[in-house]
């Protein structure tokens, strides 16, 4: 079972941008020495916690401070970009990084409407031609001749490309290319079953996969008692609720007994997000990713969880690999 990480750069109230690029390097050299298999970094635009919007730039900084993981997006929002512009982008990442690079693609636009105005783009008309966009992108990787202009760098380029999704639209594209596919588990996992089948059945081989390959994303606070590893989860828990009720901010400080503390709708919203979660002790996140695993068949894991003292992320990532080893 390969495990990897999904790192979101987090910013801490009262930290800055600048230490969250850093405690994402580190986190990052981190899971390289503990084994891990991909280190990725998601697409999100005006978020106050969030630093990884300019996704290609904080992958340089990874890949330069790690030598052998693979580093990709978890993704890459394609309706917000031109398929040249991620091209080029991830071209150059994989010149940088050889064999090391990974193009995650999402439909999704990484934010609220605003993005829209922001980015001066129809957004509702780019997710139509997302497909035909993910299409082109795999052209220009394959440097084919038939298109206006190559991109360069970019032609000739070999990053790994992965659909990623959290409903059946994705599960379905991903099956039609012939692409590995990762559902987002862990905050959207309603669909997860239905999303699995759907690609399984209608997977059709392609040059680069003949057949299946699925990741499943899961939460994950692991440490030496379930509080304490139930007080490091109640930093994202906050964050979470915020986002979900507009008011978005740095990651704050853990708080006891916050899901205690939330009125009876909020908590089952924050309960039916946050099903896929890995919560408690080495034997609990055993247990619990075991079970994930029977259930979705899943060739691949991803574990996420951001964590206020980020000696708490690397505490926890150790105890979860230890405890994950030889699935």
Same mark, same amino acid.
């Given at each position: 079972?390969k495990?990897?990480?999904?790192?979101?750069v987090s910013?801490?109230?009262g930290?800055?941008?600048?230490?969250?690029?850093?405690?994402?390097?580190d986190?990052?050299?981190l899971?390289?020495e503990?084994?891990?298999?991909?280190?990725?970094?998601a697409e999100?635009h005006?978020?106050?916690?969030?630093?990884?919007?300019a996704?290609a730039?904080?992958?340089?900084?990874i890949?330069?401070?790690?030598?052998?993981?693979r580093?990709?997006?978890?993704?890459?929002?394609l309706?917000?970009?031109?398929?040249m512009?991620?091209?080029e982008?991830?071209?150059?990442?994989?010149?940088?990084?050889?064999g090391?690079?990974?193009?995650?693609l999402?439909r999704?636009?990484?934010?609220d409407?605003?993005?829209?105005?922001?980015l001066?783009?129809?957004?509702?008309?780019?997710?139509e031609?997302f497909p035909?966009?993910?299409?082109e992108?795999?052209a220009?990787?394959?440097?084919?001749?038939?298109?206006?202009?190559?991109a360069?760098?970019?032609?000739g380029?070999s990053?790994?490309l992965w659909?990623?999704?959290?409903?059946?639209f994705?599960?379905?594209?991903?099956a039609?290319?012939g692409?590995?596919?990762a559902?987002a588990?862990h905050f959207a996992?309603a669909?997860?079953d239905?999303?699995?089948?759907?690609?399984?059945?209608?997977?059709?081989?392609?040059?680069?996969?003949? +057949?299946?390959?699925?990741? $499943?994303? &899961?939460?994950?606070? @692991?440490? #030496?008692?379930? %509080?304490?590893?139930?007080? /490091?989860?109640?930093?994202?828990?906050?964050?979470?609720?915020?986002?979900?009720?507009?008011?978005?901010?740095?990651?704050?400080?853990?708080?006891?007994?916050?899901?205690?503390?939330?009125?009876?709708?909020?908590l089952?919203?924050? +309960?039916?997000?946050?099903e $896929?979660? &890995?919560?408690?002790? @080495?034997? #609990?996140?055993? %247990?619990?990713?075991?079970? /994930?695993?029977?259930?979705?068949?899943?060739?691949?894991?991803?574990?996420?969880?951001?964590?206020?003292?980020?000696?708490?992320r690397?505490?926890?990532?150790r105890i979860?690999?230890q405890a994950?080893?030889?699935?």
């Amino acid at each position: 079972m390969k495990i990897s990480v999904l790192d979101f750069v987090s910013v801490v109230e009262g930290g800055t941008v600048s230490q969250a690029l850093a405690e994402s390097a580190d986190l990052a050299k981190l899971a390289e020495e503990l084994g891990c298999h991909r280190f990725w970094i998601a697409e999100h635009h005006g978020m106050p916690g969030i630093a990884s919007s300019a996704v290609a730039v904080c992958l340089a900084h990874i890949g330069h401070a790690t030598s052998t993981i693979r580093i990709g997006s978890g993704g890459i929002m394609l309706p917000n970009h031109s398929p040249m512009v991620i091209a080029e982008q991830f071209g150059t990442l994989d010149a940088l990084f050889p064999g090391r690079i990974d193009l995650g693609l999402g439909r999704a636009p990484g934010a609220d409407q605003r993005i829209a105005q922001m980015l001066r783009k129809d957004l509702h008309s780019a997710a139509e031609r997302f497909p035909q966009d993910v299409v082109e992108l795999r052209a220009l990787f394959a440097g084919d001749d038939r298109l206006p202009m190559q991109a360069m760098p970019g032609a000739g380029a070999s990053p790994e490309l992965w659909m990623l999704g959290a409903s059946l639209f994705g599960a379905q594209l991903a099956a039609m290319l012939g692409l590995p596919y990762a559902f987002a588990s862990h905050f959207a996992p309603a669909a997860l079953d239905d999303a699995l089948a759907t690609y399984r059945q209608n997977f059709r081989p392609s040059e680069s996969l003949d +057949r299946p390959h699925v990741m $499943v994303a &899961a939460n994950c606070f @692991a440490a #030496d008692t379930v %509080a304490e590893a139930e007080l /490091l989860a109640s930093s994202m828990d906050q964050s979470f609720v915020a986002l979900r009720t507009g008011t978005p901010g740095r990651l704050p400080p853990p708080v006891p007994g916050y899901r205690e503390s939330l009125p009876p709708q909020a908590l089952a919203g924050l +309960r039916a997000m946050r099903e $896929v979660s &890995a919560i408690g002790t @080495a034997d #609990d996140v055993r %247990a619990t990713i075991t079970a /994930l695993i029977a259930r979705t068949e899943a060739d691949e894991l991803v574990l996420t969880g951001s964590t206020f003292d980020p000696k708490a992320r690397h505490h926890s990532l150790r105890i979860a690999m230890q405890a994950l080893a030889g699935l």
